[in-house]
């Protein structure tokens, strides 16, 4: 049965008096509190939250769920975001006692399978990336930017170096010239060839003594791969500068290609994406970083090191590298989501691993071919494991954007692609569709596509007509924005 | 297994579709010099049934604090978690979706989110709070980045030794490559000295960054030490514990301008130190200036309402190298544990959890206190958490609790950049951390084990 629930605000559900959870009495001696705290420091009454007893809480979030497209209920073709399934035993297994209790301040002695578990999953890391180093503290993919271009910093501020730049393609995703410029650098896009590849050319006319890091996506956020990375590496290094590699989407490359191999000197993986995260509504993530050998001293700390015993027993513990830029965040790192990537690579193996790319690269693949006549792609043949397709004939011919493509998936049943990114073309369709889904999903997807263009353009542009809401005003909202519900009632 | 759900058969059909012959002329597509030419070297692939006793295996090697009785603290404690929270947040609906880009697709999400925002409001005394951040160390950072921003300083920037040394390290990682100087007032006394603090902050001073209660668990004189940040015109950052709004007045009855938290007491497992929950409130003046996802309450074509991603020309996604942050993914999920916890537990329930943790908190201070050998390193008020100096070496203490059972610390010898307290000290001292979790028995045992 459909969700017609109303969706009222826990504040105007409350009911003064009631509560969800009861604690115990206090079974120490009742000294008076003023004796414990300062009569300065003491509130006059807790915060103002709702009163709610337990099954209005259940029901009301119960309720909120079914609001959510997701991947557990839709096909969610969310291009660059990775969205595919979620395997059940993670959560299970994440929430072991002796995993999702442990303390992070517990002794490395009382956590060595914790340690052995984040050990392995270093080592398969840097194994699919071919680069030897890894830290996993980073929280998401732009935290792992961020922390590598720290190291970076790290490593010529060490050699005396004074580099300030950081160049990027036009394509890059907004989180690459945001790190860098979190970081201190300064910000250099490149305009990119025609062809959505980047221009040797161009990229030469930027490099000199000042040049950090070449931060590129690869494949590309065309789904491209850069065919040309090992001698754009090389033109790099041969400045002195540092390769990163945005590893958003290694799904399309694992067990394929490493970007080790192709001149990446670091990359950032993120768990949530490639490993199956999950996306969490928006995090958590994590953004574990793989580093060359020569930068591997400049890791935030710790990382998790193989103690030479002398025997077979196996001893981890918590290390320091010796030059550490300290670290990016409290504790060691979102141990919760490594769980996760750890039980998912261990349950596909080397040759599961390679299998799950190759068959997210064939159904992009198949998609691509299936949508060519009503939405073509200006870029490649193929594709790897997403492409970029363009509303721009429909909306010059019939006024159709991609919003309203994105807003009338909605009604189908069909979580919409990225629209708007990559920037570099226009009226963007990203799609993504993974390997998680089957031929039946993608021919039913291309079905309502191919259908929905032959629509009614008002239909199209007041879309979607099916779901809780429809096309939320936002300009008024953003001018005089209303975040709490405090300010609600204020209005 | 690899969760392929396409047969070899419709595998080809689709390469027909394609129009290839092969997968290999997909592949073709990176350069063939490239393409790695062997298998990776990765252990045997699982089954379910074989991986799940293999996690087994792993987990039965690590001391958790459910088979034990855990007095650990140091930025994340053993508070209860009711079990709607996990059966709540469990639901796939939630937590396979991803960030609430489409509004349409994600009313559950986003009202969930500007619910988490208005609590989170509340319990800070301040106007906005986002919808999260990494975690309470990167939060930190973050906030002395915003105030920068928001007060056009970048001179220096002060942080009390008494604030997590771990938020502290994270704030001189973020700064390492900017000219601002990071200056670390040292509290030998467990808190700020208000007069010393006067000498620290001049007029290039972008904020104060306090901790209270702080990593010690001493009460800081929060308004005095506004008011010197105010009247050199920097912000106050005011970490805090979200529990203890539940006893104490909040940061922006205290005089703060930016408050942040790590938010894990609010019901998110201990898991190692992550996923956490990242919590920056302020002033609604300060609101453009913010990092980090804010959802906005508005109505849909046909007046009804709902809720989206506003202000978004703050974020990395539009505004690129001049984005307030490069905050993409953030801590959704256990924002949503924290909304769910916080409504279960109301006015009453927060207060009483506030109230345990500090009774109880004070019964095995007091009761530790007499054993020969023991004292509390700081004297001042507290509220959960406090520093326990035991003569015989902080090391020797965990390791006698743990012998009965117990788990306390972190000692104080684990965080390099306490290095202003003699390391002597530092070698003799440990955290012990009580919440409302923990009973009179399981305090008495601690006692008994270090007497
Ligand atoms: C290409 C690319 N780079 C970086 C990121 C940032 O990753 P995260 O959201 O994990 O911070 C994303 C994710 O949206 C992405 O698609």
Known sequence: MRNRQATQLLSELSHAGRRGAELPPSDVPEWPLEDLLPSEAMAAAPPRLPELAEPDVVRHFVNLSTLNMSVDTHFYPLGSCTMKYNPKRHERLSRLPGIVDVHPHQTAGNIQGLLELLYEMQEMLAEISGLPAVSLQPAAGAHGELTALFVAAAYFRDKGESRTKVIFPASAHGTNPASAAMAGFDCVELKGRSDGFVDIEELKQHLDDKTAVFMVTNPNTLGLFEREIAEIAKVVHDVGGLVYIDGANMNAIMGITRPGDFGGDMMHYNVHKTFTGPHGAGGPGSGPICVRDFLADYLPAPIVRQRDTGSDEKRFELATPSKTIGRVRSFFGNVGILVRGYCYLRTLGAAGVREAAEQAILNANYLKALLADVLPSAHGEHCLHEFVASADGLAKERGITAMDIAKRLLDYGFHPPTVYFPLVVPHAMMFEPTETESKATLDAFSDAIHKIVTEDADLLHTAPHSTPVSRPEEVNATRKPVLTWAACNKE | ?451
């Open chain 2, 1 to 451: 297994m690899s969760y392929l759900f396409t047969t070899s058969d419709e595998q080809q059909q689709m390469l027909g579709r394609i129009g290839v012959d092969s997968l290999a002329t997909l592949l073709d597509q990176i350069p063939t010099q490239l393409q790695l030419d062997r298998p990776l070297r990765m252990p045997p692939a699982l089954t379910e049934l074989e991986l799940e006793r293999h996690l087994r295996e792993l987990a039965s090697r690590n001391v958790g604090a459910a088979s034990r009785v855990c007095f650990m603290g140091g930025g994340a404690y053993d508070h209860y978690i009711p079990s709607v929270v996990d059966e709540v947040t469990g639901r796939g609906e939630f937590y396979t979706a991803y960030t609430p880009y489409q509004a349409e697709a994600s009313q559950g999400t986003l009202q969930a989110f500007f619910e988490f925002q208005s609590l989170i409001a509340e319990l800070s005394g301040l106007d906005i709070a986002n919808a999260s951040l990494y975690d309470g160390g990167s939060g930190v950072a973050e906030a002395v980045l915003m105030a920068m921003r928001c007060t056009g300083r970048t001179g220096r920037v002060v942080v009390a030794g008494s604030v997590n040394p771990e938020a502290v390290q994270s704030v001189t990682t973020y700064l390492a490559d900017q000219p601002t100087e990071v200056l670390v007032l040292p509290t030998r006394h467990g808190k700020v000295g208000v007069a010393e603090l006067e000498s620290y902050i001049d007029e290039t001073t972008a904020c104060i960054v306090i901790q209270h209660p702080n990593f010690f668990g001493e009460l800081e004189d929060v308004e005095q030490i506004a008011a010197v940040a105010h009247q050199q015109g920097a912000l106050l950052i005011h970490s805090f514990d979200p529990i203890s709004v539940g006893l104490l007045k909040r940061p922006g009855e205290l005089g703060a301008d930016i408050a942040v938290a790590e938010g894990q007491a609010l019901g998110v497992p201990l898991q190692f130190g992550g996923p956490y929950l990242g919590i920056l409130a302020c002033k609604k003046e300060l609101v453009r200036k913010m990092p980090g996802r804010l959802i906005g309450q508005t109505v849909d074509r046909n007046g009804q309402r709902c809720f989206f991603l506003n202000l978004q020309a703050r974020e990395q996604h539009i505004r690129r190298a001049g984005a307030m942050s490069n905050i993409c993914t953030n801590q959704g999920l256990l924002a949503l544990r924290a909304t769910v916890y916080l409504s279960l537990l109301g006015p009453q329930g927060l207060k009483e959890v506030a109230e345990l943790s500090c009774r109880k908190a004070h019964y095995a201070a007091d009761r530790l206190k007499q054993i020969e050998g023991c004292e509390l390193l700081f004297t001042g008020p507290f509220f959960k958490e406090f520093v326990l100096k035991y003569e015989h070496g902080a090391d020797s203490a965990i390791r006698k609790a743990a012998a009965a059972g117990v788990d306390i610390g972190p000692m104080l010898s684990r965080f390099p950049n306490l290095n202003w307290l003699p390391q002597e000290v530092r070698d003799q001292c440990l955290l012990v951390a009580v919440t409302e979790s923990r009973t009179k028995d399981e305090i008495d045992r601690l006692v008994t084990a270090l007497a």
